[in-house]
């Protein structure tokens, strides 16, 4: 069964750090992209970032890409975010996703790790 | 590239016609997926490239459009179906999802 498992989640004060991890199985991680999507509580879905199969190339939005560091191990099969410079509206749940191959839809999800980012 | 989903919410009944639009500022040929997501879950996708049928995913679920003007289709809404449904443009970096549209009895 392809699953993927969130952890690193946490309340973090503003302007501090945080290391998500993402562990997959089930599946051959490295022939994948890998992406991160976040969501605000009551809120829509957010795409934060993604990286390719051998990890060679990422992606961000102009928000994040100052602030987040997206990589993968895949010998441990795990994707990994790091988001420096928290802020209260980096608060929500983050989401690590599958990539079909090819394409930027996402087809697996994990259930997600929340993050709140409070004083 | 800003995605448009109307309406924001919506009110039906089993056994409905349900229809939801998606427009994208830009256009983005056929790159775009539809997902379902309930309270507390994770989204799950039903759609991609716009009308290809995700496997598993119920025939009463169907995509159309391409270019900036898509629809998501249900042709007769069950209970399981009450949700919120979002789409997402994978035709270009960033990737971008729209507001959302939730399915309510």
């Known amino acids: 069964e392809v699953q993927m498992l969130e952890s690193g989640g946490g309340l973090v004060k503003p302007g501090g750090s945080l290391r998500l991890s993402c562990e997959a199985s089930?599946?051959?991680?490295?022939?994948?992209?890998m992406t991160w999507v976040r969501q605000a509580p009551g809120k829509g879905l957010e795409w934060v970032s993604s990286?390719?199969?051998?990890?060679?190339?990422?992606f961000y939005p102009d928000s994040m890409k100052d602030r987040s560091t997206i990589s993968r191990d895949n010998s441990k099969n795990t994707l990994y975010l790091l988001i420096q410079n928290l802020r209260a509206e980096d608060t929500g749940v983050y989401y690590c996703?599958?990539?079909?191959?090819?394409?930027?839809?996402?087809?697996?999800w994990g259930r997600g790790t929340t993050v709140t980012v409070s004083s | 590239i800003q995605m448009t989903q109307s309406p924001s919410s919506l009110s039906a009944s089993v056994g409905d016609r349900v229809t939801i639009t998606c427009r994208a500022s830009?256009?983005?040929?056929?790159?775009l997926a539809w997902y379902q997501q309930k309270p507390g879950r994770a989204p799950k996708l039903l759609i991609s490239?716009?009308?290809d049928l995700e496997s598993g995913v119920p025939s009463r679920f169907s995509g159309s459009g391409s270019g900036t003007e898509f629809i998501l289709t249900i042709s007769s809404l069950q209970p399981e179906d009450f949700a919120t449904y979002f789409c997402?443009?994978?035709?270009?970096?960033?990737?971008?999802f729209g507001g959302g549209t939730k399915v309510e009895i």
């Open positions: 490239a716009a009308s």
């Open positions: 997402q443009q994978a035709n270009s970096f960033p990737l971008t």
């Open positions: 990286i390719i199969g051998n990890g060679r190339s990422t």
């Open positions: 996703a599958r990539v079909v191959r090819g394409y930027y839809y996402m087809d697996v």
């Open positions: 830009q256009g983005v040929k056929e790159y």
């Open positions: 089930g599946f051959t991680f490295s022939d994948h992209g």
